[in-house]
Every structure is written in C-alpha cells, then in structure tokens.
C-alpha cells in the first residue's frame, strides 16, 4: 500500500532511538516524570529526538519499582501516548502501563516497537488527578507542575446505572443516562430508559465532599440538558410572563419532554458571516429585568395582531393618515378664521357665517368618514 511521500522526509527522525527488530515486552508500570506538551516543553532536542509532533503527550517516566532512577531526562525511558480519540495529559506523578507495540516505518524491513503508555491508573477513583507519591522516597508531597494547582475540593461524578461518563480534571463533564437510579431525580417509571446526556463546566463551589458530585444546574457553572422526556430542574431567573394574552408555554422547570436547556452566567450567540435564525411552532419568550433591541438599518416586525403593553386593547393611530387628517382639519378653522376676520360688523358677521354653514358641513362630513381609518388594524396599545 503506498504511503504518503511526504513522511520520507522524517525516515531519519523516526529512526533515533527506535529498536531495529521486533521486541515484545511484558507490561511495566511507570511513575510520570515529565511530558513533552511543545518544542518548548521540556526542551526542543526532546522534541527533535522523538519525533517532533509525534513526540507530544509523550513522557519520561521511571520503573515504579527502582527508586534509584534520578529525573535527569536523558537517562529515563521515553513512551508514546498510546491513544488516538480521546487525550489526557497525564500529570508528573501519575502511574502508567507502558508496553511495546510498533510505530510506523516508511523504509523496508521489520516496524520498530517502542515503548507506549496507557491513561494515568485510577488510584484515587477521581478524575482531577491520581499522583501516587513514591513510598520509598523521602518527598510524598503532591506537586502537579508548572502552572498546576491542586483542587481538593474536585470530585468525579456519581454514576448511575448503565452510564457513560467522560471527565476532566477541573469539574467538567460528559454524562449519557437514562435508566433508573434512586440519586437520578430525572428518570422515573415513565420514561426509564430514555435517554439524556448532561455537559457541564465546573461544579458547585461550596461543594466539598468525600463523595461523589451530581450536576445541580442552578449551582453549575455553565451547562447543557439535553432530554428526550424529562424535566430539567432548573429555577427561572425571570418569571413574569405578563405579554401573554391566551395560553402561556409550560414553564421551564415543569415542562416534560425533548428539549435542549442551556445554562450559564451569560450566553452569547454569535453568527459570524450570515444570520442568526430563531424559529420556534408555538412561542418565542424573552424575559430579562430589560430587553434591548438594535438594528443598524431596520426592525420589522409583523403578525395579524401585536400587542404593545400587557393590557393593549385600543388601535394605534397611523402617523401619516393621522397628520393628514389634521392637516385638512386645521385648513377648515384656517378658512373659518379668515372669513370671520372679513367680517366689519354685526350684519357681515351673520352674513359671514350663513355662507360658512354648507361649507362647514361638507368639511365635517368628509373628515368624519375617515376617523375610521385613523386606527392601526394590526397594533394595539394601552
């Protein structure tokens, strides 16, 4: 099978320090001593030596059972990350399996076989580290490394039955349930074996248990519900729904269902190049202490009915028909006023005004018929 040509030219770096024939060892467990995360870290000729970027997630360790090794990196065997989906980075003082398996060969003859590594050994049973000092050494202290601070109070999450569960090191998780368990408050006779998955970033900060952590969504930093008939116990941070003029949506912490509920301290949604679509069969609700609306063209908006304030129940008056209508109104007193300002005495007053009565009429009359008209068939206010 042909390989891609371009590998040729890291035949000579792939080759340093592999064995030349097949070489099948048993299983060794290994203390982490460093890892290599750049060209920076730990050094660049770590870098170069290993592979370049097939060197990173690498790692020095050394046999749990010598305690004599020392942590000068040229002297201690190196292994390959042996994962190709899912990474963890191990911490120095987590405990690997280390086995040989092949590495790739882009020349003729037998693979090399180096040394991998596993996922650090789940000693403590949490998912924020599992360093397991050296019994035979003089230092038991916990030292995560460069920038690494130790969290006591991060705790991995309580399972249920039938879980599937992925886990960082700082409270985030992954968790895909369904069945019934007495700790899942999600999942009951009537919808056992539904599924729902939970991602959340964080958990509680006052949680400070020896036990294990289940999500609470108005305590989690950020997260996301994902249901298929389940109610999200969720407590809403605005309640009025006072806009309502028939039935209202079920309520967030109520509803039962297949739905998508997504929380935080604050929640952007962003469209970079094109638009940004809300499309929802019954309602779309924004509650919030203020809403703020901006356009740099345009707002449009439009329905057979829109209602402006809780209790609108009288039509908006159309501003031009409306400006239009005053216009001729004022024109009308305009012409009364001037025929009364001809008017030199008594007589001509009376005379004035009998002319005016059919005019004044006609005016009315045509004005009247388009009151009507003044009023939006669409917008209502209060």
Same mark, same amino acid.
């Given at each position: 099978m042909a390989y891609n040509p371009?590998?040729?030219?890291?035949?000579?770096?792939?080759?340093?320090?592999?064995t030349s024939t097949p070489k099948v060892e048993g299983v060794k467990y290994g203390r982490v001593v460093e890892?290599?995360?750049? +060209?920076?870290?730990? !050094? $660049?000729?770590? #870098?170069?030596?290993?592979?370049?970027?097939?060197?990173?997630?690498? *790692?020095f360790y050394k046999n749990i059972f010598d305690s004599t090794q020392e942590d000068e990196l040229d002297t201690l065997p190196f292994a390959y990350y042996d994962s190709t989906a899912v990474t963890k980075v191990p911490f120095p003082g987590e405990i690997v399996m280390v086995y040989s398996r092949p +590495?790739?060969?882009? !020349? $003729?003859?037998? #693979?090399?076989?180096?040394?991998?590594?596993?996922?650090?050994?789940? *000693?403590?049973?949490?998912?924020?580290?599992?360093?397991?000092?050296?019994?035979?050494?003089?230092?038991?202290?916990?030292?995560?490394?460069?920038n690494?601070?130790?969290?006591?109070?991060?705790?991995?999450?309580?399972?249920?039955?039938?879980d599937v569960l992925l886990e960082g090191r700082l409270g985030q998780s992954l968790r895909f349930s369904g069945y019934k368990h007495p700790l899942n408050s999600f999942t009951d006779d009537s919808n056992n074996g539904k599924p729902f998955a939970i991602l959340k970033v964080g958990q509680d900060k006052d949680f400070n248990k020896l036990e294990k952590y289940i999500e609470n969504i108005d305590k989690d930093p950020s997260s996301i519900y994902l249901t298929s008939e389940h109610v999200v116990p969720i407590t809403p941070s605005v309640t009025k729904q006072d806009s309502f003029k028939g039935d209202k949506p079920e309520d967030i912490n109520i509803f039962k269902g297949n739905q998508?509920?997504?929380?935080?301290?604050?929640?952007?949604?962003?469209?970079?190049?094109?638009?940004?679509?809300?499309?929802?069969?019954?309602?779309?609700?924004?509650?919030s202490n203020a809403v703020n609306v901006d356009a740099l063209?345009?707002?449009?908006?439009?329905?057979?009915?829109?209602?402006?304030?809780?209790?609108?129940?009288?039509p908006a008056v159309l501003g031009d028909s409306n400006e239009e209508f005053l216009k001729k109104l004022l024109s009308l007193l305009q012409t009364i006023a001037n025929n009364f300002n001809l008017?030199?005495?008594?007589?001509?007053?009376?005379?004035?005004?009998?002319?005016?009565?059919?005019?004044?009429?006609?005016?009315?009359?045509?004005?009247?018929?388009?009151l009507e008209s003044l009023k939006s068939k669409k917008v209502k206010v209060e």
């Open positions: 371009s590998l040729g030219a890291l035949t000579d770096v792939l080759g340093k320090g592999l890892v290599i995360l750049s +060209k920076e870290e730990p !050094g $660049e000729k770590y #870098y170069k030596k290993y592979g370049e970027l097939e060197s990173i997630n690498g *790692i +590495k790739r060969s882009t !020349g $003729e003859g037998d #693979y090399p076989f180096v040394n991998y590594y596993t996922d650090p050994i789940n *000693i403590w049973n949490n998912p924020h580290h599992n360093i397991l000092p050296d019994p035979k050494s003089s230092n038991t202290e916990v030292v995560l490394g460069d690494l601070i130790e969290k006591e109070n991060i705790t991995g999450l309580h399972p249920f039955g039938g998508v509920v997504v929380d935080s301290g604050r929640i952007v949604l962003h469209s970079k190049t094109d638009s940004l679509l809300l499309n929802s069969k019954n309602y779309i609700t924004l509650g063209e345009y707002i449009s908006s439009d329905a057979p009915e829109i209602f402006i304030g809780a209790k609108a129940e009288q008017a030199k005495d008594p007589v001509s007053t009376t005379s004035a005004v009998a002319g005016l009565g059919p005019f004044i009429l006609k005016e009315v009359s045509a004005l009247t018929s388009k």
